[in-house]
């Protein structure tokens, strides 16, 4: 069966430094993967997502970038992290563009 | 622009109660409606869905009915448990049922008290 690991389940950063989120899938090959987030009070917001490797598509222009190395990993990175980059990031993965999205258990991403 | 506005929580219910959170969206053409769940501690997962005008998603429970004419997408059930505890997301997609480009709702958080 297919699964989705996304870690680290928590973190605390200074602002103005590295950020690397990361996110595997298992049991499954090309998957369409995605980066959203959630700030307070703010619905899912979508931010990265790839149908393949070294493919991303950026939908809000902002601090933030993602990388695809291999077919099931996706990287959510930051070179200067802002305070207003805190927030719950969520990775997940779909088999095609209609199929149901399956949610990792998410970042919770504190910039201080 | 396309926008999906849902009932601010937080909604506490006694067990056996008749749960309704309310979701109204906003988009252009024929959107598919969607209702995540994220349980504590997990991620979301898609708990129903409705593709087009007057379709009822149902699942554990739970149903929700497009209607185009007032465009909403209402959660129902008619007798929660304390296991339905958790936070629900109405979303829509404009991609033809796509869920890559999810519009989401900032959620309602339910606590059923036994």
């Known amino acids: 069966s297919q699964t989705i690991h996304q870690w680290p389940a928590t973190l605390v950063q200074p602002v103005g430094s590295p950020l690397s989120l990361e996110c595997t899938v298992e049991g499954t090959s090309n998957p369409n993967l995605y980066w959203y987030r959630q700030a307070a009070g703010r619905g899912l917001q979508l931010l990265f997502y790839s149908v393949g490797i070294g493919q991303i598509s950026s939908e809000v222009p902002q601090n933030l970038s993602a990388s695809r190395p291999q077919d099931r990993q996706f990287i959510l990175s930051s070179k200067k992290l802002l305070l207003s980059d805190s927030g719950f990031y969520l990775c997940?993965?779909?088999?095609?563009?209609?199929?149901?999205?399956?949610f990792g258990n998410g970042t919770r991403l504190t910039v201080t | 622009g396309n926008s999906v506005t849902q009932m601010e929580g937080p909604v506490t219910l006694s067990e056996e109660a008749f749960l309704t959170i309310n979701c109204t969206y906003t988009a252009t053409g024929y959107p598919s409606l969607f209702w995540y769940v994220q349980y504590p501690g997990e991620g979301l997962q898609l708990l129903l869905k409705a593709t087009k005008a007057d379709d009822k998603g149902s699942n554990k429970g739970f149903e929700a009915t497009y209607r185009k004419e007032t465009t909403s997408f209402h959660l129902e059930k008619g007798s929660v448990q304390v296991s339905d505890s958790a936070v629900y997301f109405c979303?829509?997609?404009?991609?033809?049922?796509?869920?890559?480009?999810?519009?989401f709702g900032k959620g309602t958080k339910l606590s059923v008290k036994p």
């Open positions: 997940a993965w779909s088999e095609t563009d209609n199929s149901p999205l399956h």
């Open positions: 979303a829509l997609s404009n991609y033809g049922g796509s869920q890559g480009n999810l519009i």
